[in-house]
């Protein structure tokens, strides 16, 4: 073999094996395609009237405070992890030296979160109670996590709110600077209206009343000032780790009920109330995650935000101008010919460059499709903050599972938080606690040069879609504000 040949070789460009290209898949015909959406309509209408139900609930809270622990053996408890599986987690943790974290290995399942301790990703679960189909989000409760949590949250219809009992470290989670407060301010943000309060670890503090309440009556005045309505938050307590009052009111002999006789977690699971879903909207579904998928293809995740998907419709990327058929539909391993509206699903896709596929681009309807904008005009409120906002302020933007840099650049008005009437026009600065009208700009990320233009974001007004126009502003690793987009601007 010569020098050439071997440079060719080298190059790999006489390689034997092509490399993989997905075959595009045909799409179906609009006719075929228009006779399953109005199919699935009649579906998913009778289904609203139906008994089970469905909605997406994400678990949230301090970390530590035993939130993936807790989810685990409800899991196990409703018979979603059998004995064998319970067996093998518990046997793993064991040999690791973390025996304590055996339920939690159900849901982090990846060996880093294993290994340290903690979720560090978005851990998705279906939970079936006698009316409500649930899947579950299971939040990282670590502040360096929270980029992920808010992707979770977006997702999400309700939450579950887990605090720990023992004495100090609620007050780690809820005081200043803890992930109990942001968080419960995060969903509220992201359109989540009804919140479970687990009050977890009960049997540390010896199944106290006087703990429970404390706890309680610290978290009520918190949840209003949020914006959770009180007809809307219920609390429980319970004991993860021992599976005291999960799922039934056992063992009997337990002390906390000597003064607890409400309803258990379950039970309140089953009673949230499913929102309506706008399944005549315009087709959005933002990407929460991109992946190898098991046959050929790749595979995409996602909430439907608005509309209805069919397996074998070709469908837009944006941004870009790219197209791709979507193959199958995939939810909790069942295959599916459509999901409406609030479905969090797999879509396997076919006919398109994986490299156009990016973690918060849209899929939408070529007839309809999403707008672009790098500039917007958000009314926002602003959180506990230490240095007001100025305008020039440097942020990080979060709309879905996509963070962008950007700034606000003008601030136009301050609100009154009541009836948002202006109270001030052209105000210089924002401090905490205020309402606001701003203008919010894209930028460019340091690394790029100075020739690169801003790429605009996918985003539509609060008004047409909710769920495509709600936003958080973050800086300096905390969350300053969050909002909703009012007009698109450019």
Not at 34 to 50: C, P, R, S, Y
Not at 173 to 184: C, K, S, V
Not at 444 to 470: T, W
């Amino acid at each position: 073999m010569n020098q050439s040949e071997m440079d060719m070789a080298g190059l790999n460009l006489n390689d034997e094996d092509p490399v993989e290209v997905i075959p595009d898949e045909p799409p179906k015909p609009p006719a075929a395609i228009e006779k399953l959406i109005e199919e699935a309509k009649v579906a998913l209408t009778a289904q609203e009237q139906g008994e089970k139900r469905s909605l997406n609930l994400v678990v949230i809270g301090h970390v530590d405070a035993g939130k993936s622990t807790l989810m685990g053996r409800l899991l196990y408890e409703l018979g979603r992890v059998d004995e064998k599986r319970r067996i093998a987690n518990e046997r793993g943790s064991s040999k690791m030296g973390k025996s304590s974290f055996s339920w939690a290995w159900e849901l982090d399942g990846t060996q880093e979160e294993r290994e340290r301790g903690i979720t560090m990703d978005i851990a998705l679960q279906t939970l079936l109670t006698p009316h409500r189909i649930i899947t579950i989000l299971d939040a990282p409760g670590h502040k360096d996590f929270i980029p992920n949590m808010i992707s979770g949250a977006s997702q999400a219809d309700s939450a579950l709110l887990v605090v720990d009992a023992a004495v100090g470290e609620f007050e780690a989670g809820f005081d200043r600077g803890g992930q109990t407060r942001e968080h419960l301010l995060l969903v509220r943000s992201l359109g989540v209206s009804q919140v479970i309060v687990a009050v977890n670890k009960l049997d540390q503090v010896e199944w106290s009343k006087a703990r429970y309440e404390e706890i309680c009556e610290l978290l009520r005045p918190f949840l209003v000032q949020s914006g959770f309505h009180p007809a809307k938050t219920r609390f429980v307590p319970v004991a993860a780790m021992e599976g005291v009052n999960l799922a039934r009111a056992e063992p009997a002999a337990c002390p906390l009920y000597q003064w607890y006789k409400g309803p258990t977690l379950v039970d309140l699971l089953d009673s949230l109330d499913p929102p309506t879903r706008d399944i005549n909207a315009p087709l959005r579904f933002p990407i929460s995650n991109v992946f190898k998928g098991q046959t050929s293809g790749i595979s995409v995740s996602g909430r439907v935000c608005g509309g209805i998907i069919v397996a074998g419709e070709r469908l837009r990327i944006i941004p870009g101008d790219e197209s791709a058929t979507v193959k199958t539909i995939d939810s909790d391993g069942d295959s599916l010919p459509w999901a409406g509206a609030g479905s969090n699903v797999n879509l396997t896709l076919t006919g398109v460059d994986p490299i156009s596929l990016n973690i918060g681009s849209v899929l939408c309807r070529p007839s309809h499709l999403v707008p672009l904008a790098s500039s917007f005009i958000a009314r926002i409120i602003v959180f506990d903050i230490q240095v007001p906002i100025t305008a020039g302020t440097s942020v990080e933007l979060f709309h879905h599972s996509r963070d962008v840099p950007a700034s606000i650049s003008r601030l136009v008005s301050v609100l009154d938080r009541a009836n948002g009437t202006v109270t001030k026009s052209r105000p210089r600065v924002l401090t905490k606690n205020m309402s606001a009208e701003v203008e919010i700009s894209l930028r460019n990320s340091a690394y790029s040069g100075p020739a690169s233009r801003v790429l605009p974001i996918p985003l539509e007004p609060f008004s047409m879609n909710k769920d495509m126009g709600r936003i958080l502003i973050r800086r300096g690793g905390e969350t300053i504000g969050a909002g909703v987009v009012l007009e698109l601007l450019v």
